[in-house]
């Protein structure tokens, strides 16, 4: 709905060949750089969830955007929407969750901005963020670039994000508690750039999950994508709350994962730079780029069948990010 | 209330130089070019009203928040915050009103996301629009610029906007119908600094009125503004509002107005550049810079007598941009 949403509706309206390409960030050119920017806002209900708050969530997910442009995050706009009744508390809070991963990493919010607006029904908040940053020389991880023959690599498990809001929004509980995996990617991707020149593809699993991120993928550069469902890092947790949802795990959002596309010569010293990095720790080879059927996603079942993965077609639950 | 939050539970947690100045738009350096950066969000409401819609008052706003640093208006994203049950006829209206005004300027939309929430009580929709701009080589317009012995000029009529969007959510109707002077005024700036080298402040009357643009000009440069009421651009339909609304309209926001200070010697020469601009024809003189009461705007009033402006404390009426 989104996406006909956008490309009868707005796209026919704006178009230029920046915004055509549809990217989650745009790069731009400002003289001698390359420059990303990339905007998003932020929904997620209930604000706070185990492992983060929307606060965390905003910061990272700006950050991540532009990581899977290979671009170092420099500059994020922060406006904020809140309805009348939002304890300052909560707001304190949230906005300490987004310093605490900016100021480290030395993002500079620089613009801000503040609404208020009649009380509403339960989130209390609502964030933009808009990121802007610079992309390493000469550098291009499009989801256009994958080729036959690439390897296709995850930075860990999957699904955990997704699963603590849904989880913490329906009152759920397991026996092992399931935190959002919400992080912010550029040490990663910056130390897996470092270490392997020629990757092709940085795509965040965040709506769709990462059945959306091979999609996208697949649909972009006219290759199919084969994962192998043994290989999947899933965690039992995460599977087991699958199942009393009603949900695929391929389609379920993470904010703190990547898939990495580079040719299979040089996966192993992809893993290995992932594996080195704290938030890499689960990175794992989860299938291949072959030719043929263009443009779709197979995966090769536990049990030794296939099937073709699609996208969620009208999203299982909203507001997960 | 607003100033306050940000005060006290947002900049201490968030602090930079960059953010301190506490500006509309962030002027940031990149190799060799001076780079604005500006966010809002828009949540106006109806959406619709007499003069304009939330799309082109986006497009505007932030247009004219990177006007206001003589920043040329380059990229935009765009946030749309949509409420389940938005008539789509509503979003597409909406987004050639804000094409409408980015196109014939060549401001190009880079970037953007979609988020769907639950139905709310009326809006349907919020929009947060971050502009990046390139600022005049050189060229500093900070409200603390303002010097004792300066003129201080509008660029046409006050309030139209304020009153065209209360008028219409009361239900008002006037014998004149007030339409809402939203406009972008990147070019009006443009032909203004062509023809005035040394231009001190630009600050556009939005959220607060000409007294909210007045005030941060005066607490920031330490000066006085003095005002003379009988000089104010106000067309009679909304004084006749504001009277029947109880408003004071100098704290009535414009969305297509902005302040000049210069120098009394290059007032002249400003308002004949301004009022060769069609967005300019109503451009006046209304008063000058003075030393004391250092931090305050004083208005000479109709009768003879004078008054100090002051913020308007609780916004009168919220959701005006």
Chains 1, 2 share one sequence.
């Not at 939002?86 to 990493?105: H, K």
């Not at 649909?219 to 899933?234: N, Q």
């Amino acid at each position: 709905m989104t996406r006909r949403l956008l490309s009868e509706v707005v796209l026919p309206l704006l178009r230029n060949p920046i915004l055509d390409r549809l990217d989650d960030a745009a790069c731009v050119a400002l003289d001698s750089r390359d420059v990303a920017i990339t905007t998003d806002s932020y929904v997620v209900n209930p604000i706070f969830f185990p492992g983060g708050d929307i606060g965390k969530l905003a910061a990272c997910g700006t950050i991540n955007d532009l990581a899977m442009q290979a671009a170092e995050p420099w500059f994020l706009s922060l406006g904020l929407i809140l309805e009348e009744g939002l304890p300052v508390s909560d707001l304190r809070r949230v906005i300490r969750s987004l310093a605490e991963v900016v100021n480290p990493l030395g993002v500079r919010v620089v613009t801000g901005d503040t609404k208020v607006v009649e009380r509403g029904k339960r989130s209390g908040l609502y964030i933009n963020t808009t990121g802007v940053g610079m992309r390493r020389q000469g550098m291009d991880a499009h989801v256009s670039r994958a080729r036959p023959g690439d390897a296709v690599l995850v930075t860990g498990s999957l699904g955990e994000h997704g699963i603590a809001v849904m989880a913490c929004r329906e009152g759920l509980r397991f026996d092992s508690p399931v935190e959002s995996d919400v992080a912010p990617l550029w040490g990663l991707v910056s130390a897996l750039l470092d270490a392997v020149g020629d990757v092709r593809c940085l795509r965040d699993p965040t709506r769709g999950g990462l059945a959306g991120a091979l999609c996208d993928i697949a649909e972009a550069s006219g290759t199919c994508i084969r994962i192998r469902e043994t290989a999947l890092p899933i965690r039992p947790a995460v599977r087991g709350a699958c199942d009393m949802l009603g949900l695929d795990p391929l389609n379920v959002a993470c904010e703190g994962r990547a898939v990495v596309v580079c040719p299979m010569a040089s996966a192993d010293r992809a893993l290995s730079a992932l594996r080195s990095h704290p938030l890499g720790a689960g990175a794992a080879l989860i299938g291949e780029v072959v030719a043929e059927p263009a443009g779709m996603v197979v995966l090769d079942t536990a049990i030794g069948g296939e099937r073709i993965v699609t996208l969620p077609a009208g999203e299982e639950l909203p507001r997960i990010c």
